[in-house]
């Protein structure tokens, strides 16, 4: 999948077959970056919005646990 201008794509391991976070600068963006999961014959996309008092990183961790949890049952 090709990525937007200016945008990275950062390989997160043990969550499913493939699975990345797109980062692309934004800083009036008020969500995480959206984690992109492969498993199986299923695609999987996860982003949140990111409201006070949580912080960029715990949106960030529960994306990825909730990424964990629905491949589980997906398998």
Request: glycine share 4%; aromatic share 4%; with cysteine.
């Amino acid at each position: 999948m090709p990525l937007p201008e200016g945008c990275t794509r950062e390989d997160v391991k043990g969550v499913a077959d493939d699975a990345f976070f797109q980062n692309c600068p934004d800083p009036r963006s008020k969500r995480s970056s959206p984690l992109f999961v492969k498993a199986g014959a299923n695609d999987l996309i996860l982003q949140m919005d990111i409201e006070p008092p949580a912080t960029a990183a715990r949106v960030r961790e529960i994306v990825l646990e909730l990424a964990r949890a629905a491949v589980a049952k997906l398998r």
